[in-house]
């Protein structure tokens, strides 16, 4: 039996969440194309027979502006302690202006005497030969013990990138039930499908500015799930973009969390709700430890 921590970094929206989801084959994180996505550490378990990987999602690295980014910035330190191997993901679009920062944010994660392994995603966006040269440049930045190239999105070299991690697990117990492919309670990760709607249905500022709270959650005889959820923001302002003329944002996020929802809980959903505002919660210590963020 082997078995193993392996954590996954890098900068924001280089697709990480995308990987964890893959490798574990359902989807355990949220996903946009917003930067700063993921906001606390995820795990994600994969289990064979003789083997089990237990995958750490982080938050993107980057330099914390509020309290709740120098929380997701203990996350991350968290996540990479008692590792056994980093995966560390960059966008194969990065610009040479960008290397540096890149750079920076390896030396921050101080993984000395972990295996790093670059997993360079996004490669169904170029040409075969025009990776070479972002390949050449990468490999310089760090002491990497492999450099894949992948399409987290859509598979390719994905397993070629496991094989890799399964060299880095050690003789061990397994972790956690072969049933069990993460350990966020079904709450959270109902909060977290709504949370990917708004993402992905707002534009600009707001996004980074929403927290989602689940109010209530009962099951009912029947079956049904009934759930009462709040979508907070910082502004008034914000408010009112947020349910959208004659409450139509409003509706949309909640019929597309919905099916989410349905499709994870197995079941029936009703979905209500909510839009408050809680001014500048993103520096208010309490609020951010009673949404959920330990
Ligand atoms: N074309 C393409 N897009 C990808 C790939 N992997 C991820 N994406 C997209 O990149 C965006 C960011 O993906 P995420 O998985 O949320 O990235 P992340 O690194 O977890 O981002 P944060 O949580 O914000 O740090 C999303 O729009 C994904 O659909 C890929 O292999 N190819
Ligand atoms: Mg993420």
């Given at each position: 039996?082997?078995?193993g ?12 969440s ?6 574990v084959?359902?989807k ?29 999602d982080?938050?993107?690295i980057?330099?914390?502006h509020?309290?709740l ?21 960059v ?11 890149e750079?920076?944010?390896?030396s ?6 972990i ?5 360079v995603?996004?490669?169904d ?5 025009e ?18 190239p ?11 990138l ?10 061990g117990p ?18 977290e ?10 534009n ?6 929403i ?26 302002s ?14 949309q ?27 500048d919660?993103?520096?208010k210590e309490?609020?951010?430890t ?5």
């Amino acid at each position: 039996m082997k078995s193993g921590f392996i954590a996954i970094c890098g900068r924001p929206n280089a697709g990480k969440s995308t990987l964890l989801n893959r490798i574990v084959g359902e989807k355990v994180a949220i996903v946009s194309n917003k930067p700063q996505t993921t906001r606390t550490k995820i795990l994600g378990v994969y289990t064979e027979p003789d083997l089990q990987a237990v995958l750490i999602d982080t938050p993107g690295i980057h330099k914390p502006h509020n309290k709740l980014g120098e929380r997701m910035e203990k996350y991350i330190y968290t996540a990479t302690q008692d590792i056994d191997a980093l995966i560390y993901v960059v966008d194969c679009n990065i610009k040479d202006s960008e290397l540096q920062a890149e750079k920076e944010s390896l030396s921050g994660l101080q993984t000395a005497g972990i295996p790093v392994i670059l997993a360079v995603n996004k490669i169904d966006t170029k040409e075969r030969l025009e990776l070479l040269p972002i390949l050449d440049k990468l490999q310089n930045l760090y002491d990497f013990s492999a450099i894949v190239p992948i399409s987290a999105q859509r598979g390719n070299n994905v397993p070629e990138l496991f094989q890799n991690i399964k060299g880095f697990l050690k003789e061990g117990p397994k972790f956690f039930p072969d049933d069990v492919i993460t350990d966020q309670p079904e709450r959270q990760i109902v909060a977290e499908f709504i949370r990917e709607k708004s993402l992905r249905l707002l534009n600009k500022e707001i996004p980074h500015g929403i927290a989602v709270e689940i109010e209530r959650m009962k099951q009912k005889d029947n079956g049904t799930y009934e759930i009462l959820a709040a979508i907070y923001c910082e502004k008034q302002s914000h408010k009112g973009i947020i349910i959208g003329k004659g409450g139509e944002k409003l509706k949309q996020i909640g019929r597309q969390a919905r099916e989410d929802i349905e499709k994870f809980l197995d079941a029936k959903v009703y979905l209500e709700l909510w839009v408050r505002v809680k001014e500048d919660w993103r520096n208010k210590e309490n609020f951010i430890t009673d949404i959920g963020f330990e």
